[in-house]
């Protein structure tokens, strides 16, 4: 857009001395010189490249010099190979006036921004008629240019095919508007120019802005449709290169501007939005340098393992409480938001000139419309403006109402007045932090009934967010470098609000159907607003992020206007908001502790309504996927035993009763085969009984008796199970040690995930063993084919027909970019988890093998798993486990404990994956 200044140009390649060693080698081989041309030219190529990536490494953040340093090394390789075959290969004697070419360098390279890697796209421009001359040279120009190992994208046209082509395709337009001179004839390039603007341009520039826009939410769909996606396309992504340059290009086809710099001649930038604007297009380009550079080809995607080692390159250090891979990844997403905010005025800017050349025509020209009086605003056309360019510096406090009326009316913000409010930001200071009637408005903002979603967004991308809560500014762009967050701090906050208003206007009833209920019953739906903004508010600061975000909610809620009660509510859900996750997804619903423990957290309905909405909206603003059926099933089930149990001070119904109760919902399913539940149901200990709901238990004796009169040693059931969002898998066989492991190890190699299982063991020594299963996107089993494929695995690895351990170990991580992150894995003992197990946690790389691997180990060590509970964060995860010893005992003793512990750390550890896999 702007090309940069190259220093030291010879150093990177030196034609002059080039032509000469080309002539010389014409010279001494003939026509058999062009392998030696080849040889020198890759050579002159590859010291280039070494040059510039040398430079880059001493100055990482020098993106344009970088970038258009790989344009001027592909300029001289262009012209050097143009003037060799026009001179020795084809020289054209007596040129007729048809036979003229110029080299025009389109897209990337006519924007002089190449990364090391990028595509080499040339226009080849004839006049009015193509000659054989022209062919032959565009022919053998190109043939050099790949056996040099350049991507070449090419075309080949006359001016009249150029015109023609340029009006019915968007993208040979946008390529020729950006089109730049190589080397040729300069006449007939600039003839091209000329009929370009005037035949394809002239007249057609709001079409052009439409199409542009179109093509680029297109692409942010197809990409995410966020610029805060943690591993985000630096070319490509939302906030990233493409949309600067889609700026460039509006401005380039409506104004005629031939840099970027142009654009605040013609009032679309001031000076200062085009620094940022400079200065965001020279760090991305910088990373997508390095990319190209690191993985050796065209790379635009910032992925976890580049992130690390880029942000080494790049100089970014550990600070306390945060990485320098999230500090890196924070400065870029800065400047992304840069983009966005530069993208959203400018082209509301293009917006509005559209609009009043449309005024100064027509039946309506000079008919202007008159603009409504809102609290002091002007407001028309639904945007809402400052009426004077010192209306914030007149009152700060402004800065916060603006976007307040915004949200109440359903109004969007003037981009001037967008531009005001980032300029102005700054004046934001202590006295308006503690102004309550700045409070008031911000709280009436937060908790709005239309979209606070989408004004706070606004808020964020002014600089008035921050500045207004200095607590949100610090995670501002802050990522989390892990996969399991999909989007940054603030970002994950906001959707998470956004979420929360939705589910209270009963857009999200399908999905929450509790939460849906619950938030017209909190009694202060200010608090859990609050709540959620603030349960993050304290990441990247070391420690605790949930013990820390409590005390600045104690520090924050006042300031905001929230009363004593409010204020302990909101620190306690802050301290306590992956509470109910842990507890739902980690530990047994079925065993009473599991719901005494919870409760004496809870204490009260009021904190557990609040949880629970709190709990969904968290988990659900991760990502897409995150939130399913089976999530939203364990945490119903939470908090209906939990509801019970704080409304009535204890379980309404002892254990004789509930499984009385059990059976006769499990007899009414079971309609005339309803004699099971005596017949085969007497089987079954209580433990089963109270353990398992009850469709499964119906199913369960209904396969048992099945199983049973067929004299069958092995039964396996396999079958989609809507309730929970899963497969479910049971299996019957008679009981003996490792049955566990070695069904688990042959769901992996189905390619299954198990979320949940339960083992229990009949009176008459049969085990009854359920899973639920999905597969490595989180999606269940459906087809016959697939439930086939699961049958036939645990039938042979119960025969012992495939041997577990390697086949398993060969099988990839189910994300294989988990390897750029350290997970050391760790074992938790909790022996006051349950009265009758000891819980056992284990924490690792998640892999296939995981679960099998760590059941071995406790078979190995004669623990009898009662049930097994798996959960995935990105990366990571965490299995739990209920077990005893051989004699239905706890595990207590500490030496017992140390053996059980280094045995799963090892089985867990990338050392023993290490080893199966060379096996």
Same mark, same amino acid.
């Given at each position: 857009?702007?090309?940069?200044?190259?220093?030291?140009?010879?150093?990177?390649?030196?034609?002059?001395?080039?032509s000469?060693?080309?002539?010389?080698?014409?010279?001494?081989?003939?026509?058999?010189?062009?392998?030696?041309?080849?040889?020198?030219?890759?050579?002159a190529?590859?010291?280039g490249?070494?040059?510039l990536?040398?430079?880059?490494?001493?100055?990482?953040?020098?993106?344009?010099?970088?970038?258009?340093?790989?344009?001027?090394?592909?300029?001289?390789?262009?012209?050097?190979?143009?003037?060799?075959?026009?001179?020795?290969?084809?020289?054209?004697?007596?040129?007729?006036?048809?036979?003229?070419?110029?080299?025009?360098?389109?897209?990337?390279?006519?924007?002089?921004?190449?990364?090391?890697?990028?595509? +080499?796209?040339?226009?080849?421009?004839?006049?009015?008629?193509?000659?054989?001359?022209?062919?032959?040279?565009i022919?053998?120009?190109?043939?050099?240019?790949?056996d040099?190992?350049?991507?070449?994208?090419?075309?080949?046209?006359?001016?009249d095919?150029?015109?023609?082509?340029?009006?019915?395709?968007?993208?040979?337009?946008?390529?020729?508007?950006?089109?730049?001179?190589?080397?040729?004839?300069?006449?007939?390039?600039?003839?091209?120019?000329?009929?370009?603007?005037?035949?394809?341009?002239?007249?057609?520039?709001?079409?052009f *802005?439409?199409?542009?826009?179109?093509?680029?939410?297109?692409?942010?769909?197809?990409?995410?449709?966020?610029?805060?996606?943690?591993?985000?396309?630096?070319?490509?992504?939302?906030?990233?290169?493409?949309?600067?340059?889609t700026l460039?290009w509006?401005?380039?086809?409506?104004?005629?501007?031939?840099?970027?710099?142009?654009?605040?001649?013609v009032?679309?930038?001031?000076?200062?939005?085009?620094?940022?604007?400079?200065?965001?297009e020279?760090?991305?380009?910088?990373?997508?340098?390095?990319?190209?550079?690191?993985?050796?080809?065209?790379?635009?995607?910032l992925?976890?393992?580049?992130?690390?080692?880029?942000?080494?390159?790049?100089?970014?250090?550990?600070?306390?409480?945060?990485?320098?891979?999230?500090?890196?990844?924070?400065?870029?997403?800065?400047?992304?938001?840069?983009?966005?905010?530069?993208?959203?005025?400018?082209?509301?800017?293009?917006?509005?000139?559209?609009?009043?050349?449309?005024?100064?025509?027509?039946?309506?020209?000079?008919?202007?419309?008159?603009?409504r009086?809102?609290?002091?605003?002007r407001?028309?056309?639904?945007?809402?403006?400052?009426?004077?360019?010192?209306?914030f510096?007149?009152?700060?406090?402004?800065?916060?109402?603006?976007?307040?009326?915004?949200?109440?009316?359903?109004?969007?913000?003037?981009?001037?007045?967008?531009?005001?409010?980032?300029?102005?930001?700054a004046?934001?200071?202590?006295?308006?932090?503690?102004?309550?009637r700045?409070n008031?408005?911000?709280?009436?903002?937060?908790?709005?009934?239309?979209?606070?979603?989408?004004?706070?967004?606004?808020?964020?991308?002014?600089?008035?967010f921050?500045?207004?809560?200095?607590?949100?500014?610090?995670?501002?762009?802050?990522?989390?470098?892990?996969?399991?967050?999909?989007?940054?701090?603030?970002?994950?906050?906001?959707?998470?609000?956004?979420?929360?208003?939705?589910?209270?206007?009963?857009?999200?009833?399908?999905?929450?159907?509790?939460?849906?209920?619950?938030?017209?019953?909190?009694?202060?739906?200010?608090?859990?607003?609050?709540? *959620?903004?603030?349960?993050?508010?304290?990441?990247?600061?070391?420690?605790?992020?949930?013990?820390?975000?409590?005390?600045?909610?104690?520090?924050?809620?006042?300031?905001?206007?929230?009363?004593?009660?409010?204020?302990?509510?909101?620190?306690?859900?802050?301290?306590?908001?992956?509470l109910?996750?842990?507890?739902?997804?980690?530990?047994?619903?079925t065993?009473?502790?599991?719901?005494?423990?919870?409760?004496?957290?809870?204490?009260?309905?009021?904190?557990?309504?609040n949880?629970?909405?709190?709990?969904?909206?968290?988990?659900?603003?991760?990502?897409?996927?995150?939130?399913?059926?089976?999530?939203?099933?364990?945490?119903?089930?939470?908090?209906?035993?939990?509801?019970?149990?704080?409304?009535?001070?204890?379980?309404?119904?002892?254990?004789?009763?509930?499984?009385?109760?059990?059976?006769?919902?499990?007899?009414?399913?079971?309609?005339?085969?309803?004699?099971?539940?005596?017949?085969?149901?007497?089987f079954?200990?209580?433990?089963?009984?109270?353990?398992?709901?009850?469709?499964?238990?119906?199913?369960?004796?209904?396969?048992?008796?099945?199983?049973?009169?067929?004299?069958?040693?092995?039964?396996?059931?396999?079958?989609?199970?809507?309730?929970?969002?899963?497969?479910?898998?049971? +299996?019957?066989?008679?009981?003996?040690?490792?049955?566990?492991?070695?069904?688990?190890?042959?769901?992996?190699?189905?390619?299954?995930n198990?979320?949940?299982?339960?083992?229990?063991?009949?009176?008459?020594?049969?085990?009854?063993?359920?899973?639920?299963?999905?597969?490595?996107?989180?999606?269940?089993?459906?087809?016959?084919?697939?439930?086939?494929?699961?049958?036939?695995?645990?039938?042979?690895?119960?025969?012992?027909?495939?041997?577990?351990?390697?086949?398993?170990?060969?099988?990839?991580?189910?994300?294989?970019?988990?390897?750029?992150?350290? *997970?050391?894995?760790?074992?938790?003992?909790?022996?006051?988890?349950?009265?009758?197990?000891?819980?056992?946690?284990?924490?690792?790389?998640?892999?296939?093998?995981?679960?099998?691997?760590?059941?071995?180990?406790?078979?190995?060590?004669?623990?009898?798993?009662?049930?097994?509970?798996?959960?995935?964060?990105?990366?990571?995860?965490?299995?739990?486990?209920?077990?005893?010893?051989?004699?239905?005992?706890?595990?207590?003793?500490?030496?017992?404990?140390?053996?059980?512990?280094?045995?799963?750390?090892?089985?867990?550890?990338?050392?023993?994956?290490?080893?199966?896999?060379?096996?």
């Amino acid at each position: 857009m702007n090309q940069a200044k190259i220093p030291k140009q010879r150093k990177i390649i030196d034609r002059k001395k080039l032509s000469g060693d080309i002539a010389a080698l014409v010279a001494e081989h003939g026509e058999k010189a062009r392998q030696p041309i080849i040889d020198l030219l890759r050579a002159a190529l590859d010291a280039g490249r070494d040059e510039l990536a040398e430079r880059l490494a001493k100055k990482p953040s020098s993106g344009h010099e970088c970038s258009g340093g790989q344009s001027f090394l592909i300029d001289q390789i262009v012209r050097l190979i143009h003037d060799h075959v026009i001179e020795n290969v084809y020289p054209p004697g007596n040129r007729s006036a048809s036979e003229r070419m110029t080299v025009t360098a389109v897209g990337g390279y006519g924007r002089a921004e190449m990364a090391p890697h990028s595509d +080499v796209d040339i226009a080849f421009l004839t006049p009015s008629r193509r000659t054989p001359w022209c062919e032959q040279v565009i022919e053998a120009i190109l043939y050099f240019l790949w056996d040099l190992g350049l991507q070449v994208g090419h075309s080949s046209r006359t001016l009249d095919e150029m015109v023609k082509m340029a009006k019915s395709d968007l993208t040979i337009r946008t390529a020729l508007l950006e089109g730049r001179y190589v080397w040729g004839d300069r006449e007939l390039y600039e003839e091209a120019g000329r009929r370009f603007y005037s035949e394809v341009v002239n007249g057609t520039e709001q079409t052009f *802005v439409t199409e542009k826009l179109q093509e680029r939410n297109e692409r942010h769909r197809r990409l995410g449709n966020s610029r805060y996606l943690v591993e985000p396309n630096v070319k490509d992504g939302k906030g990233g290169l493409r949309d600067l340059h889609t700026l460039y290009w509006i401005g380039k086809y409506i104004h005629k501007v031939r840099s970027a710099s142009e654009l605040v001649d013609v009032g679309l930038f001031t000076p200062q939005e085009y620094r940022s604007f400079r200065r965001a297009e020279g760090f991305m380009l910088a990373v997508r340098c390095h990319l190209h550079i690191i993985t050796g080809r065209a790379e635009d995607r910032l992925t976890f393992d580049m992130q690390r080692e880029i942000a080494s390159r790049m100089n970014f250090a550990d600070r306390t409480g945060k990485s320098a891979v999230e500090r890196f990844m924070q400065f870029y997403f800065i400047q992304a938001k840069r983009v966005g905010s530069l993208t959203g005025i400018f082209l509301a800017h293009i917006d509005e000139q559209f609009a009043q050349k449309r005024a100064r025509k027509g039946f309506f020209a000079g008919f202007t419309v008159r603009p409504r009086m809102l609290k002091g605003y002007r407001v028309y056309g639904g945007k809402i403006a400052a009426p004077g360019d010192k209306w914030f510096q007149d009152d700060p406090v402004r800065l916060i109402e603006i976007f307040q009326i915004a949200e109440s009316e359903g109004l969007e913000i003037h981009p001037e007045t967008m531009r005001q409010a980032d300029r102005d930001s700054a004046l934001i200071k202590a006295d308006i932090q503690n102004d309550p009637r700045a409070n008031a408005l911000f709280l009436d903002l937060l908790a709005g009934r239309n979209d606070p979603e989408m004004v706070l967004r606004w808020m964020n991308e002014a600089g008035v967010f921050g500045r207004f809560v200095p607590d949100f500014g610090k995670v501002n762009s802050q990522m989390q470098f892990d996969m399991y967050h999909h989007y940054t701090v603030d970002e994950h906050t906001i959707r998470a609000i956004g979420l929360l208003n939705r589910i209270e206007k009963g857009e999200l009833t399908k999905d929450h159907p509790r939460s849906a209920k619950l938030i017209h019953r909190v009694n202060s739906r200010r608090a859990l607003y609050v709540a *959620v903004l603030l349960h993050d508010i304290a990441k990247g600061r070391g420690g605790d992020h949930s013990v820390l975000g409590g005390d600045v909610a104690e520090k924050l809620c006042p300031r905001f206007g929230l009363d004593d009660q409010e204020t302990s509510l909101v620190a306690w859900l802050v301290r306590q908001h992956l509470l109910m996750s842990a507890t739902a997804f980690k530990r047994d619903l079925t065993d009473p502790k599991t719901i005494e423990d919870f409760v004496i957290e809870v204490q009260s309905l009021e904190r557990l309504r609040n949880l629970m909405i709190l709990t969904a909206v968290d988990i659900r603003a991760v990502g897409p996927g995150t939130w399913n059926s089976w999530k939203g099933q364990l945490l119903g089930e939470l908090y209906d035993n939990a509801q019970e149990r704080l409304r009535l001070g204890h379980v309404r119904h002892g254990r004789k009763e509930r499984i009385a109760a059990k059976k006769a919902v499990v007899a009414e399913e079971l309609a005339d085969r309803s004699e099971l539940v005596d017949e085969v149901g007497k089987f079954f200990g209580d433990a089963y009984w109270i353990a398992e709901p009850e469709d499964v238990i119906s199913r369960n004796l209904v396969q048992y008796k099945v199983a049973r009169g067929l004299e069958e040693q092995l039964s396996i059931h396999c079958e989609y199970y809507a309730a929970r969002g899963a497969t479910l898998v049971s +299996v019957i066989a008679a009981d003996h040690p490792g049955l566990f492991y070695r069904i688990a190890g042959g769901i992996h190699l189905a390619g299954g995930n198990i979320i949940d299982a339960r083992i229990h063991t009949t009176q008459s020594g049969w085990a009854v063993d359920n899973f639920l299963v999905q597969d490595p996107s989180g999606s269940p089993f459906r087809e016959e084919r697939q439930l086939g494929r699961i049958k036939t695995s645990i039938s042979d690895a119960l025969a012992n027909r495939i041997e577990l351990a390697p086949q398993l170990a060969k099988r990839p991580l189910p994300i294989s970019r988990s390897k750029a992150f350290v *997970v050391q894995p760790r074992v938790i003992f909790d022996n006051r988890a349950s009265n009758r197990f000891t819980v056992i946690e284990v924490n690792a790389r998640d892999r296939p093998a995981l679960l099998n691997r760590l059941a071995r180990e406790l078979f190995e060590n004669q623990l009898i798993v009662q049930s097994a509970h798996v959960t995935a964060y990105g990366e990571r995860a965490a299995d739990t486990f209920y077990v005893t010893d051989l004699l239905g005992q706890k595990i207590t003793s500490s030496e017992r404990l140390a053996s059980v512990e280094k045995a799963l750390l090892d089985a867990a550890s990338d050392r023993r994956q290490a080893e199966l896999e060379s096996v």
